[in-house]
C-alpha cells in the first residue's frame, strides 16, 4: 500500500487531506510539524509527502531539498495559503514535484497523488536498476574463495576508498578489468564516468587522439573540436588496459597528466586541465620493459603506486568449479536450455587444464558446452578434443580408462566424431569407417552419452 505524509501545523486542513486521500485506499500519515515528519520518515518508507510551505519549525521549500536529498524516490507537493512565483520556483529546484494553493486546488489534490506515485514507481525502478549495475561490478560479485583472489580483493577494497593510481598486473584474461570496475564503483567517483580503453588496439596517432582529442583543423578531416577520453573522464576513472603497448612518446603524454592533471590535444597549444584517477594493467613485466627501452622508468613509478597481482587460474584451481557454475547459469539462460549441473569428470578435466587464457578461456569453454550439450548435465563429450585427452584417470562404471590407454583413445576419438556429426550415428559409422551395429555396442561399452 503507497503511504502518504501530510505535513500541515493546521489540524483541520491535515484531517481534511487525510480523509480525502485515505478514501482512495492510500495509508495517510500526520505531522504537524518538520520534527515530527523527520521522525515519520525516519520509520516509515513513505512514497509522497504533501507538506506546507510554512511550518513553525521551518519551511516547506528548504524541506523539500532535504527529502530529495534523502529519500530521491519520495516526491513532495507543496502547498500555500498565499502563492508567489519566487517560492514556486524554489520548490521546483529543490526537487518538489508540484506546487499548489490550498483550499482552491483540493480537487486537483488526487488526481495529483496519482501522478506523482507514477513518478515515485518510476524512481524505484531507476534506483533498483542503478543497484543492479553497481552490484555488477561490485567486489561481491568477483567469484573466488581461493587465498589469493581473496587476498587480491582485499588489497582492492582497501585502495578503491583512495584516489591513488592502481597498476593491476596478471597474465591475460584474468579480470583485471572486472577489478577495475569493481574498484572505480567502490570509490568516490563511482557517480561519474568509467571509461576503458585497450592500449594495444590502436596505432600511435589514433591512440593520442583517442585519449587527449583533437582540435578543429589538426588534421585532414577533423572539422571540429572532439574530446578525448581523459576529457570524457573528468573527475571520473580512466582504465588504461595494456599499458606495456602504449608507445614512448605517449608515454611522456600520460606522465604529464598524472605529474600536473593536463595534457595538450592534438593540434592545440593550450593544455586542458582534467582530474581523473588512473587505473593500469598489464600482462608484461614492465622491468623488463624498462631495461629493454620500451617503457618510461618514471611513468612506472608513478603508475605503480599501489600493485595487485591477479593470480592466474591454474593458480586458484579450487575457484573453477564455482565460475563454472556461474557461467553455466549465464550461458544456459541465454541459450534457452535447461542444463542444471555439471559432471564430475568434466570438473576434473577442468582443474587438470593449463588455462592459458584463464577465466576468459573457461568462460568460452563453458558456453560451447552449453551449445553443444544435449542432455541436463555438462558432459566431457561436450569439451573440446584438446581437453578430453588430458592424461588422466577417467572413471567409468566398470573398469579404468587410463588417458594413455587404447580403449580410451577410442573412446575419445568416438566422441569427437559423434560431437563433428551432432549426434548422427550412421554418418559417424561411416567416417569411423565401421558398422553402425559396432558404433552402438562401442556406445554402450564406453558409456557414451
Request: aromatic share 6%; charged share 30%; hydrophobic share 40%.
Amino acid at each position: 500500500m503507497n503511504k502518504i505524509l501530510i505535513i500541515d501545523d493546521e489540524e483541520k486542513i491535515r484531517t481534511l487531506l487525510s480523509r480525502i486521500i485515505s478514501l482512495e485506499g492510500f495509508d495517510v500519515f500526520q505531522a504537524s510539524d518538520l520534527k515530527n515528519a523527520k521522525k515519520r520518515l525516519e520509520v516509515s518508507e513513505i512514497d509522497v509527502i504533501i507538506s506546507d510551505v510554512k511550518l513553525p519549525d521551518g519551511s516547506g521549500v528548504e524541506f523539500s531539498k532535504i527529502i530529495k536529498d534523502n529519500y530521491p524516490a519520495s516526491e513532495v507537493i507543496l502547498l500555500t495559503a498565499f502563492g508567489n512565483i519566487p517560492d514556486g520556483v524554489q520548490s521546483i529546484k529543490n526537487g518538489a514535484f508540484d506546487y499548489i494553493t490550498k483550499g482552491d486546488d483540493n480537487n486537483r489534490i488526487i488526481p495529483l497523488v496519482y501522478k506523482a506515485l507514477e513518478k515515485v514507481k518510476l524512481n524505484k525502478r531507476l534506483f533498483q536498476l542503478e543497484k543492479q549495475l553497481g552490484d555488477k561490478h561490485s567486489f561481491e560479485n568477483i567469484i573466488g574463495k581461493s587465498s589469493l583472489i581473496k587476498s587480491a580483493i582485499n588489497s582492492a577494497k582497501k585502495v578503491a576508498v583512495t584516489d591513488a593510481t592502481v597498476l593491476l598486473t596478471g597474465e591475460t584474461g584474468t579480470g583485471k578489468e572486472v577489478f577495475a570496475q569493481a574498484i572505480h564503483n567502490a570509490g568516490n567517483r563511482s557517480k561519474q564516468n568509467f571509461i576503458a580503453i585497450n592500449c594495444s588496439a590502436f596505432g600511435k596517432d589514433l591512440l593520442e587522439n583517442e585519449l587527449f582529442g583533437h582540435k578543429a583543423g589538426a588534421f585532414t578531416g577533423a572539422m571540429k573540436d572532439s574530446k578525448g577520453i581523459f576529457e570524457e573522464a573528468n573527475n571520473g576513472t580512466v582504465f588504461l588496459d595494456e599499458i606495456g603497448e602504449m608507445p614512448l612518446d605517449l608515454q611522456a603524454k600520460l606522465l604529464r597528466v598524472l605529474e600536473s592533471g593536463e595534457f595538450l590535444k592534438v593540434g592545440d597549444s593550450k593544455p586542458t586541465k582534467v582530474n581523473v584517477r588512473i587505473i593500469a594493467a598489464t600482462n608484461r613485466d614492465l622491468q623488463k620493459e624498462i631495461d629493454n627501452g620500451n617503457f618510461r622508468e618514471d611513468l612506472y613509478y608513478r603508475i605503480n603506486i599501489f600493485n595487485i597481482v591477479l593470480p592466474s587460474l591454474r593458480e586458484r584451481t579450487s575457484d573453477i568449479e564455482e565460475l563454472a557454475c556461474f557461467f553455466l547459469i549465464k550461458f544456459s539462460a541465454k541459450v534457452g536450455k535447461k542444463i542444471t549441473g555439471i559432471s564430475d569428470e568434466y570438473i576434473h578435466l577442468l582443474k587438470k587444464h593449463h588455462w592459458k587464457g584463464n577465466i576468459r578461456e573457461l568462460r568460452n569453454i563453458i558456453e560451447r558446452s552449453v551449445i553443444l550439450e544435449d542432455t541436463q548435465e555438462l558432459s566431457v563429450s561436450s569439451l573440446p578434443f584438446d581437453l578430453q585427452q588430458n592424461p588422466i584417470t577417467i572413471l567409468s562404471e566398470n573398469k579404468v580408462l587410463s588417458a594413455f590407454s587404447m580403449a580410451s583413445a577410442e573412446k575419445l576419438h568416438i566422441q569427437k566424431i559423434l560431437n563433428h556429426t551432432k549426434g548422427n550415428k550412421a554418418e559417424a559409422a561411416r567416417l569411423l569407417e565401421i558398422g553402425i551395429a559396432t558404433l552402438y555396442r562401442k556406445i554402450e561399452e564406453y558409456k557414451i552419452s
